[in-house]
């Protein structure tokens, strides 16, 4: 009965590497989310999409690539990962809609990169 | 552009005492504020929110006041406990429903 769960929860791997995390809601809700949480806590948006479709894009290289194939599902792929990458990555999920509500968050993929 | 910013960043106190977290965000059209409390290693999850047309907002001992005028809000914790101890984030919708988050503050309450 996890509303937002997210796989893997580690994944350490070599510079260069090209990698995906998954992320999943049963919710029911409209809009999904990626942030990036860097060493120092700090919570940044990266992508939103609401109902598969594509709705915030924030000044990420484009070697990150989300994927929406439902608007229960929305994967992360990460191209020629860099050590700058390394950080936790959480999904969020929110019914929508234009004045803001409630994010519930995954627990998060803890990405090392070596 | 987009700001929200979040005061202090640290905040130790007594077991018993109270907790204030200040926010101030630019987007005076921010209609939607929620405050979310992340423990070590976990999720981020919310603990209260407070819309624009609402001044004041309480929840057992957690409270929430919106100050518009000012673009101010904040958060109190009277009768804190060691298990208050966490980062606090609080953040501001804009436009279409992204919420903006404050840098966190690490909250310590020593027993």
């Known amino acids: 009965d996890t509303a937002v769960s997210q796989t893997p929860k580690y994944l350490v791997t070599q510079m260069g590497n090209d990698k995906s995390i998954k992320c999943e809601q049963n919710?029911?809700?409209?809009?999904m989310y990626w942030y990036k949480q860097d060493s120092k806590k700090f919570l940044k948006i990266m992508f939103s999409?609401?109902?598969?479709?594509?709705?915030i894009n924030e000044t990420v290289p484009n070697r990150f690539s989300p994927k929406s194939p439902d608007k229960a599902h929305l994967n992360l792929h990460i191209n020629s990962l860099e050590l700058g990458d390394s950080a936790v990555y959480f999904c969020?999920?929110?019914?929508?809609?234009?004045?803001?509500?409630?994010?519930?968050f995954g627990p998060g993929t803890r990405l090392t990169v070596l | 552009g987009e700001n929200v910013e979040q005061h202090p960043s640290t905040l130790s106190v007594q077991e018993g005492d109270s907790a204030v977290i200040k926010c101030t965000y630019s987007?005076?059209?921010?209609?939607?504020f929620p405050w979310y409390k992340q423990e070590l290693g976990k999720r981020p999850q919310l603990i209260i929110d407070?819309?624009?047309?609402?001044g004041e907002k309480k929840d057992q001992r957690i409270a929430v006041t919106l100050n518009k005028t000012a673009k101010h809000f904040s958060l109190h914790i009277t009768e804190t406990q060691p298990e208050d101890s966490a980062v606090y984030f609080c953040?501001?919708?804009?436009?279409?429903?992204?919420?903006?988050f404050g840098q966190g503050t690490e909250l310590s309450v020593k027993p």
């Open positions: 969020a999920s929110s019914p929508g809609g234009r004045s803001g509500s409630e994010q519930f």
């Open positions: 919710l029911g809700h409209d809009t």
């Open positions: 999409y609401n109902n598969k479709e594509l709705i």
């Open positions: 987007d005076s059209a921010s209609n939607y």
């Open positions: 407070i819309r624009s047309n609402v």
């Open positions: 953040a501001a919708s804009i436009q279409g429903g992204k919420l903006i």
